[in-house]
Structures are given as C-alpha cells and as structure tokens.
C-alpha cells in the first residue's frame, strides 16, 4: 500500500487531514493505494495561487507559453511508462494501452502548442468614417478542470492544453477511480518547471469540488462526465456565471445500409464495443441495421460477441478488461436484465460472472424498440442493442429521436446517402464507414444533452478565450 500527494502551487504537498480516497483496481476489486482527500483550504489555496499565476502566464508572448508547452509534453513523454504503469493498475486497461495513452497525451500537448502564433483577432469595419473595431482574443483566467475516469490522461491533457495556451491557468480534479496517473503526470509539470500554481492537481470529495468550482475566481469550469455531473456543474456556474463547457452523455447510432461490407462492419463493431469495456463516451449504442441485411449481420455478431474474452489485461492484454466500478457493473447488469424483461432477445452475454474484479462479457441484444430504456438511456458498457429499419429516411428519423447528439456512424458505399445524413444528422459528429476517434485537429462537440461547448482543434481552443471589443476612434 503506498500513499500519494497532491500536487498544490507547484509542489507535492504533505496531506493536511487524515481524510483520503481509496483506489480500487478494478480487475480485482481490491484497493491498492490511497490519496489524500484535499480540503477546502488546499482548493482554495489552489485557485488563489492559479489566479497569481495567471497574470503573468497570460501577459507573457504566447510563443513563450508555446515552449512550456513542448517542454510538457516531452516531460510527459518522458514519463510515460510511469503514467501508464498507473492508469493499467487504476483502470483495468492493458500495460500497452496506458502507456500508449500518454503518448498520445504528448502529442496533444505538442499540437496545442503550434496555436502560440495563431490565436487571431479580427479587424472589423466601423459604420463610423475614421473608426476601427478591433476583436481581441484574451485568456478567461482561472480554469476548473474535470476529468473524467475512462480516458483520465488523455482527457486531462485536452483540457489543460489549450487552457494553457490560451493564456489561462488550471486546477485539475481527477476522477476518485483513477486519481493516480494523474499525480504521476503532475511530476511531469514539476519537471517542466512551468510556473509554481499554474498547473494544480488535486484529488477531492465532491463536496470540495463544489467549493473549488464556486471561488470567485474560477471563470470556466471544464467537464467530461454524465448529463447529471453537467447538471451539477451548471449550478456551480451560478454562483459567479462561470463559463461551463460541458461533454456528457452520448447514445451512439450506427446506421448499416445493404451496401455495406458486413463482414468489416461486424470486426469494427466488435473491436468500438469492446474498446475499454465499453467505457467510451462515443462507444456504439444503438445499432441500425436494414432489414435486408440485419439477420446476417445479427449472425456475424452473436458469433463474435460470443468469442470475444474478457478478463484482467495484465494477464492477457487481448482480453476486453473490466468496468470501472461495482456499481457501474451493477447499473449495465440492471438495464441488460430490464431490456429482456420489456421483449429484446439476449443473443450473447448478458450474465454476471463469477470472481473477482469488475468484468462483464460483451452482450448483445436484438428485437429492440426505439422506446426501449436500452435505446434510449446510455448504457457506457459492452452492450449493443440492435434493430432493424425499412430506408434510409426511417433510420435517419430513429437516428435523430433521441435526447442525445454527441456523434453518430453510417455504413454505406453510396455518396447520395452520406450527404443526406451529413446534411440532417442531429449529432456533433458523423463518421462515414469507421468508428469515431477524435481527430484532435477537429471539433468534438455534442448537440442536446450531450453537451454544452466542445474540445479540439481551433475551436476547442477558442473555447478558453474571452473576446474584448476595441472601438478606436483616429
């Protein structure tokens, strides 16, 4: 059992209360170290530093804050064998996996960094002869990021990014299932010597969350998580009319036209499905499949989904790992069981294993309803639910009835049908014959429920600044 600090104004601070979070591996169930609880004071203390810093991390040449940048991400490289020996034990992902994680991490790192020399302005014309409006981009300040547990290092990395290169500084609150790398990836921002404050990480009960979300000075809080946790964000943005900018919750629709290859549209459905267990926010949901060719692609999956093992990683990297929690377990168990109680069939899956640790097998469920809890509500686990559809007209209508839009999937080789459900989808992304990814030079952003706001690219970045108008009279 080994116990881990916070990193608060640039330093590991020694815990203040005897209060702390366990951390369970989820592969075993067991809890295999701990983390000090923050209180109120280091939250506050950490906001108070952030604002100090801010002034002259916003004020200096954004090609400076670029550097710091890539000195990060080379100190997140640097340790990415650390990072990810964390995130394997804390998440149930495999070794290769987690480390490949924060690779990536560093990539992203890198990428926001190229933006130093091209945060724009505009010079607008003025109505007034000898006038000039000018559009200014500026930092909002003091940035409250959320981290979410199923990508926990790549999540921290796109939101504190472009914060940073923006001009703004941070305080990170982890998720309480796996707080460890992140505190293994804040020795990276020791290493990095960036500005003490400008960059804090520390674990914490809601409760303090709340009063670290509600300082004065916290102008945008950053959420990755539930349409619940984005409601309870929006009320601590009350308090000060903080920014929020929000991803919740996402039901992803694959739509399978005749024309498609189903023998590579059931291994890419399999391998999206199973990706960490499921665990992934644009993970297919609901499956669309024409009627001509839903039978067959119904038998190309109950085969697969039946093959496909599980188990802990770290034994087997090839097996699907585990959920995060028992409850969460708990909660897909209860919507799988709830789904065939209401008429669908369970054609694999669908039984809680024995043993220990999180697992549950890939399940998969045929003869749903578009007014099904299976299709309607997320079930951020390995369990598809699939019906089938006359045309195109009627799977771009059960596509768009829904509370969710983060993003969608369409199979189909024929360009008239793409662009009919390019132009009408009601999601924030459409991704044409593959699953979605991120593109990190892109705009992943959510309609309806999924969200408020987005990540990536330029106007992910354009996110963390504030505008100030500049009407020059010469």
């Known amino acids: 059992m080994t116990q881990h600090q916070n990193f608060i104004a640039g330093r590991f601070a020694a815990p203040s209360s005897d209060a702390v979070i ?258 992934v926010c644009t993970a297919a949901e609901r499956l669309y499949a024409h009627e001509s060719i839903h039978d067959a692609l119904l038998g190309r999956l109950r085969d697969a989904f039946r093959a496909r093992g599980f188990g802990d990683r770290a034994a087997d990297p090839d097996r699907m790992g585990p959920l995060a929690t028992a409850a969460a377990r708990a909660h897909v168990h209860g919507m799988v069981e709830r789904a065939v109680a209401e008429g669908a069939v369970l054609e694999a899956g669908g039984v809680l294993p024995e043993g220990e640790g999180f697992f549950y097998p890939p399940t998969l469920l045929s003869g749903c309803r578009q007014e099904m809890e299976i299709i309607r509500e997320e079930v951020f686990g390995p369990v598809l639910a699939m019906m089938p559809y006359r045309d195109a007209a009627e799977a771009l209508a059960l596509a768009n009835d829904h509370q969710f839009g983060l993003t969608s999937v369409l199979f189909t080789e024929d360009y008239r049908t793409v662009m009919r459900f390019a132009d009408a989808i009601e999601a924030g992304e459409l991704y044409v014959n593959r699953f979605p990814a991120d593109p990190y030079q892109g705009f992943h952003a959510g309609w309806k429920r999924s969200g408020l706001g987005g990540d990536d690219g330029k106007h992910g970045m354009l996110e963390f600044t504030q505008t100030r108008l500049v009407v020059l009279k010469h």
């Not at 109120?40 to 804050?65: D, H, M, Y």
């Not at 903080?242 to 590579?264: F, M, N, Q």
């Open 22 to 279: 366990e951390v369970r591996n989820p592969a075993t169930g067991r809890v295999f170290t701990i983390v000090p609880a923050a209180t109120e004071a280091e939250a506050v203390a950490a906001v108070r530093t952030a604002a100090e810093a801010q002034k002259a991390w916003g004020a200096l040449p954004s090609i400076q804050r670029g550097d710091a940048l890539r000195r990060l991400a080379a100190a997140i490289e640097g340790r990415a064998g650390a990072i990810g020996a964390a995130l394997a034990q804390e998440s149930g992902k495999s070794l290769a996996d987690a480390t490949a994680e924060a690779v990536y991490a560093a990539e992203l790192m890198r990428y926001h960094a190229e933006w130093a020399r091209r945060i724009e302005g505009e010079v607008i014309p003025s109505d007034t002869p000898d006038e000039t409006l000018l559009l200014k981009r500026e930092p909002i300040g003091v940035v409250a990021c959320l981290i979410p547990f199923n990508y926990p290092v790549y999540t921290l990395v796109r939101k504190i990014a472009p914060a940073l290169i923006a001009g703004n500084a941070v305080v990170v609150r982890p998720s309480n299932s796996t707080p460890i790398s992140a505190l293994v990836l804040a020795a990276a921002v020791a290493e990095a010597e960036l500005p003490p404050g400008l960059v804090s990480i520390l674990a914490m009960t809601h409760e303090t969350a709340r009063a670290l979300c509600t300082q004065p000075a916290v102008g945008m809080i950053t959420l990755t998580g539930s349409v619940g946790a984005g409601r309870v964000v929006l009320d601590y943005c009350k308090d000060n009319i903080a920014r929020p900018s929000l991803e919740l919750g996402g039901k992803t629709p694959v739509i399978v036209e005749p024309d498609a290859d189903l023998d590579e549209v059931a291994a890419r459905i399999v391998a999206a499905k199973t990706t960490h267990c499921g665990q």
